[in-house]
T-cell receptor
Framework: DTAVSQTPKYLVTQMGNDKSIKCEQN?????MYWYKQDSKKFLKIMFS???????INETVPNRFSPKSPDKAHLNLHINSLELGDSAVYFC?????????????FGEGSRLTVL | AQSVTQPDIHITVSEGASLELRCNYS??????LFWYVQSPGQGLQLLLK??????LVQGIKGFEAEFKRSQSSFNLRKPSVHWSDAAEYFC???????????FGTGTRLQVFP
C-alpha cells in the first residue's frame, strides 16, 4: 500500500541510451512532481503536473520529457543520457487545494550513467 | 529570489542530547516554511510546517521549530535525540500560492550512543 511508488529503484546504463522512470501515487492527489537530487544531496524541482497539465518546467534540458497519462501517474523519459544525469530522481505528489508544500515523496530512483 | 541556507553540513550529537539545526531563508513576503527528513535510502518525509500564526510549531517525532522573522530563521529543535533520528534534514521555503519548494542543501545528523 505504498503511497508514492517509483520504478525502477536503481538504474545503471551507458551514455547515449534512453531510459524511463515511472511513478504512481494512490493518495488521490492531483499534483505530481519530479525532483532531482545530485551527489551533494541538493534537491531541485524539475517538473510539476496538475491534473495531467504541466505547471512547472524548470530549465531542464529537453532531453527530459515528463508524461502524465492520468493524475495518478507521472513518468520521466530521458533521451541521450549524459554522465551529468547521474542522480537520484524523486517523484512526489500533493493536493492542489491542500496546504502548499505538503509533498509526499517516493523512495527515489538512483540513476547511474557510465 | 527565494533561497534557503543551512549553515551546518554535518552535526554529531550524543543520544539523549538536545539538538538544534539552523535554517535561514530569503523571501520577500511571509514565507511558507518546512522541515523534511530523509532517512538513508528513503524519500523525504514532512516533519513540520509553518504558514502563519503561532511562531513555534510542533511536528512529528518530537521535533519543533521556531519562526523568527527578525532573523529570517526557522531552526529545528529536539530536546532529546534518539539514535533513530540519524538522517538528513532539509529546510525548505515555498512561495505563497505555488507548489514550488526551494530546498536547502541539507544537514546530516549523526547520533552517537
Amino acid at each position: 500500500d505504498t503511497a508514492v511508488s517509483q520504478t525502477p529503484k536503481y538504474l545503471v546504463t551507458q551514455m547515449g541510451n534512453d531510459k524511463s522512470i515511472k511513478c504512481e501515487q494512490n493518495l488521490g492527489h492531483d499534483t505530481m512532481y519530479w525532483y532531482k537530487q545530485d551527489s551533494k544531496k541538493f534537491l531541485k524541482i524539475m517538473f510539476s503536473y496538475n491534473n495531467k497539465e504541466l505547471i512547472i518546467n524548470e530549465t531542464v534540458p529537453n532531453r527530459f520529457s515528463p508524461k502524465s497519462p492520468d493524475k495518478a501517474h507521472l513518468n520521466l523519459h530521458i533521451n541521450s543520457l549524459e554522465l551529468g544525469d547521474s542522480a537520484v530522481y524523486f517523484c512526489a505528489s500533493s493536493r492542489r487545494e491542500g496546504p502548499p508544500g505538503e509533498l509526499f515523496f517516493g523512495e527515489g530512483s538512483r540513476l547511474t550513467v557510465l | 529570489a527565494q533561497s534557503v541556507t543551512q549553515p551546518d553540513i554535518h552535526i554529531t550529537v550524543s543520544e539523549g542530547a538536545s539538538l538544534e539545526l539552523r535554517c535561514n531563508y530569503s523571501y520577500g513576503a511571509t514565507p511558507y516554511l518546512f522541515w523534511y527528513v530523509q532517512s538513508p535510502g528513503q524519500g523525504l518525509q514532512l516533519l513540520l510546517k509553518y504558514f502563519s500564526g503561532d511562531t513555534l510549531v510542533q511536528g512529528i517525532k518530537g521535533f519543533e521549530a521556531e519562526f523568527k522573522r527578525s532573523q529570517s530563521s526557522f531552526n529545528l529543535r529536539k530536546p532529546s535525540v534518539h539514535w533513530s533520528d540519524a538522517a538528513e534534514y532539509f529546510c525548505a521555503v515555498g512561495a505563497g500560492g505555488t507548489d514550488k519548494l526551494i530546498f536547502g542543501t541539507g544537514t546530516r545528523l549523526q547520533v552517537f550512543p
